[in-house]
């Protein structure tokens, strides 16, 4: 199956979380879980741009008797008069009667008097009302993510409460007899359990909480005793190892034991091909390589999308990126291959650099790297220059 079919099956077996109503000040990155619609205009009122006076546009050029001053956040109550002026700080409200703004340094002026020898149209130097946001605009949709932006926006609307959608747990589970957690003494033929911690970065940075739920031996009922407790408290999970085709690769069979639903088994794709999709009481399980490399590989392609989707964000597929190799590629590709490298912008065009070692157990390469390119099927070594589509990670 290639990666785009198995991607879509996936998408199709995941719904969205519920929803939370959290403070604003809690809010940055939540996801908007209903949209907004402006209740009143922004600014509410037509207000000056900078210091200056205001006045009555159809009265200059000419010389203006000043009145009063208003500052922001002053309501100035004495309509002006023909050949008349306020003098006016940035943000203040425009008086009754007055319809455009003069710059101080454009002007003459006494503690009395100011002098305009410019024309003015009305309007002119005035933010009106309804000029940022007017009463009745959706300014925010479900789906979307709150960043500075949005925050501000829900902020002059006055929501202090928004809804948005619960932020999905992710339960982590490693397999593997030859596993070995930090600060433990590492005895021969053992490795350091590193997908545990792979992985909680990768979903903390997504957005997700990690809940790392332990290490399972290679048996199938130790991996299906974790895998159904694990359940329990998350929305999702991530196995990893035991999904090739080994003697001790008891993944798939712990599936069998727990009454899991098979989506997808096996993806055309290099690395992180080898791997197990599947549902259980709504909750997408996702079994992948041993490998962190590879493992990481699929999460980017398959895995990630979907827990997106799970977290109610609306454009929960990558945006794709035509880029430029800035170093060759030697390998040939049969099926096709994800790599991995740093995106940078150079002379206007989009810029990959690809480091040299790619291979299914090589995770270094993978710190640093921030976009997959994808190699179509059935290509041979790439040149530099060579142009590829990928998406950001």
Avoid: W
């Amino acid at each position: 199956m290639n990666y785009d079919e198995a991607r879509k099956i996936i998408l199709e077996s995941v719904k969205p979380v519920e929803t939370e109503i959290v403070k604003l000040s809690d809010s940055a990155g939540r996801i908007l879980a209903e949209d907004i619609i402006a209740v009143c205009n922004v600014p509410d009122f037509d207000r000056s741009p900078y210091d200056g006076y205001t006045f009555r546009a159809k009265d200059v050029p000419g010389t203006l008797h000043i009145i009063g001053e208003i500052r922001a956040g002053e309501n100035f109550l004495t309509p002006l008069k023909p050949g008349e002026a306020v003098k006016i700080l940035t943000g203040a409200m425009i008086p009754e009667g007055a319809d455009a703004v003069v710059k101080y340094e454009d002007t003459e002026y006494t503690d009395t008097v100011v002098t305009v020898r410019e024309t003015f149209r009305s309007g002119d130097n005035v933010i009106r009302a309804g000029e940022d946001i007017k009463k009745g605009d959706i300014v925010a949709r479900a789906g979307e993510i709150i960043d500075a932006g949005t925050a501000g926006v829900l902020a002059s609307q006055n929501i202090s409460s928004p809804k948005v959608y619960r932020q999905p747990k992710i339960g982590i589970i490693t397999t593997g007899s030859e596993l070995q957690d930090l600060d433990s003494l590492l005895t021969a033929g053992k490795i350091r359990n590193t997908s545990r911690y792979t992985f909680e970065s990768a979903l903390t940075l997504a957005g997700f909480v990690p809940d790392f739920c332990g290490i399972a031996i290679d048996d199938e009922r130790a991996i299906a005793g974790i895998i159904s407790e694990a359940l329990k408290g998350n929305d999702a999970l991530i196995v990893t190892g035991g999904v090739s085709a080994g003697d001790y690769d008891r993944t798939p069979e712990a599936l069998k034991i727990i009454g899991a639903e098979i989506l997808v088994r096996d993806v055309a794709l290099k690395p992180g091909g080898k791997c197990v999709y599947a549902v259980k009481n709504g909750k997408l399980i996702c079994c992948l390589s041993g490998n962190p490399a590879s493992a990481l590989t699929n999460y980017y392609t398959l895995a990630l999308p979907a827990f997106k989707k799970l977290s109610g964000l609306k454009n929960f597929l990558s945006e794709e990126i035509n880029v430029t190799l800035a170093n060759s590629f030697p390998k040939r590709s049969p099926q096709t291959r994800m790599i991995r490298g740093r995106l940078k912008f150079s002379d206007g065009q989009a810029v990959m650099f690809v480091p040299s070692e790619q291979g299914n157990g090589v995770l270094s390469t993978m710190s640093g790297s921030n976009f997959m390119a994808v190699i179509p099927s059935g290509s041979g070594k790439l040149p530099e220059g060579t142009r590829l589509k990928g998406f950001t990670i």
